[in-house]
């Protein structure tokens, strides 16, 4: 498996600079007749995902010259799997410069299945992490299954001042959940490795004592408006040295708009700030987050969503994974109300020119650290008391403690566009994970 693991990461190296040139090469050419099509494979690893395979295919429209190497339009499609059950079917739309008075729409549709979703229960700490369970019990012990449907599509307009923006948009999300499949998962496995029959799961536990209630223990709809403020001075948008990019987004979902039993409003504030402290060498970047629900109840399947304005990435799931906390166990840390903060010093070791490509490499060294500081409330009277002392921390019954992971990573880029990010992160309290995370994926984290 190590071997395996080795050689997939070199083919991965490969193929991401064998694809990132011929796309860089294929855009140059084709820039002045107006259209760019490009076919990439999706391979990434992710400690928690697995192997990611697949493929991904791009068109672009550069129609007007004058505003290459930006685009006024574009497509992305992708179909890809990961080893460990999870899958991605999306269709992304953004055109930047398509609607009059500088608007810019984008669009996401997209499939997503989880057959083995990670699920630490709420609160961060106050759920205590015992691997002893998933040896005694199942493997399973600690996931659930999920499908999720999604349809986001949003508008952005310019505001009076200079880098402001606002943005407003409708989604339409609805989410299937339940316990892990069994027999599905072990279709073709070895009897010595097979899961165990009937073992009860967290997931299961949570819906016996009431803790999930029983109109959520199925999933749902999550119809919602969006409606924000952003503030953008980036240099580059996909690369950043310098700048700030901030955004106050609002979540509302009532219940009129086809929901069930579900009315909530959730606010998520975001800031980030990139600083040169040696130019094209050395720069600094961090990100500071807060999301929490300012009104209403938020079912559980949507706890763990983190608000953007918009992003074509599919993995949103948080805190903790390659996404938000590398290192700490993905959904880790979850509750009605968290704050997220990374910080990430990143240094352009090796420059050169690769088949007429601006390339280099390097290192970014990086601290990652979230909490929950809203706490998702119920009932723990259904609860017996052995369980209670088994699976809940007392310590941390009223407030949740930080959450903290560390690592290096490694990265290869083409003309500041095509970013290859290699990351290795560590948990510094073991109830966040009993080793560290590997990550490879395509940009930055932020």
């Known amino acids: 498996m190590n071997r395996f693991k080795k050689y997939g990461l070199t083919i991965t190296l490969l193929l991401f600079l064998f694809s990132a040139i011929k796309a860089q090469e294929e855009s140059t050419r084709r820039a002045k007749d107006g259209f760019s099509f490009g076919v990439l494979p999706t391979i990434s690893f992710d400690a928690d995902l697995g192997f990611q395979y697949g493929g991904l295919i791009n068109l672009f429209d550069y129609r007007k010259p004058a505003i290459y190497p930006d685009y006024r339009q574009m497509w992305k499609l992708e179909i890809s799997r990961y080893t460990k059950g999870s899958g991605i ?28 979703l990670d699920f630490f229960g709420f609160n961060g700490y106050q ?11 199942t493997r ?3 996931m659930h ?3 999720q449907f999604r349809f986001n599509s949003q508008l952005i307009g310019h505001l009076p001042w200079n880098g402001f923006f606002w943005m407003g948009g409708i989604g339409v999300f609805h989410t299937e959940v339940g316990t892990v499949d069994i027999n599905r998962l072990n279709r073709g496995v070895r009897e010595s490795e097979k899961l165990p029959e009937g073992a009860p799961t967290l997931y299961d536990k949570y819906v016996e004592w009431g803790v999930i209630p029983e109109n959520e223990k199925n999933g749902g709809w999550t119809n919602h408006f969006r409606a924000g403020i952003m503030y953008d001075t980036r240099d580059i948008e996909a690369n950043p040295s310098r700048g700030i990019w901030a955004e106050a987004v609002l979540f509302y979902a009532p219940d009129f708009f086809f929901n069930r039993d579900v009315n909530y409003l959730k606010l ?8 040169t402290l040696m130019p094209d060498r050395l720069s600094f970047a961090y990100r500071l987050k807060y999301q929490g629900t300012i009104g209403g109840h938020a079912p559980f399947y949507i706890q763990p969503y983190m608000i953007k304005s918009f992003t074509p990435k599919t993995k949103l799931d948080g805190l903790g994974g ?10 880790r840390v979850v509750g009605d109300g968290f704050l997220l903060g990374n910080a990430e010093l990143r240094w352009k070791m090796f420059n050169t020119v690769v088949a007429r490509q601006n390339f280099y490499l390097g290192l970014t060294a990086f601290a990652d650290a979230g909490m929950v500081v809203q706490q998702i409330q119920f009932d723990k009277s259904r609860i017996p008391d052995d369980e209670l002392a088994r699976h809940f921390n007392h310590r941390f019954m009223n407030q949740d403690g930080l959450h903290p992971g560390v690592g290096l990573g490694l990265r290869a880029a083409l003309n500041e566009n095509f970013i290859l990010a290699i990351d290795y992160g560590l948990p510094l309290n073991s109830q966040d994970g009993q080793g560290g995370g590997l990550y490879i994926s395509i940009g930055n984290l932020f």
């Open 127 to 137: 759920r205590r992490f015992n691997p002893i369970f998933i040896d005694d019990i």
């Open 140 to 142: 399973v012990f600690y």
């Open 145 to 147: 299954e999920r499908r």
């Open 322 to 331: 390659g996404k938000s906390i590398r290192g700490v166990m993905r959904n």
């Open 89 to 116: 079917n999306q269709l992304y739309y953004d055109g930047k410069h398509v609607l009059p008075h500088r608007l810019r729409v984008i669009a996401n549709l997209a499939y997503l299945t989880e057959q083995k």
């Open 268 to 275: 998520s504030a975001t800031f980030r700030q990139y600083i």
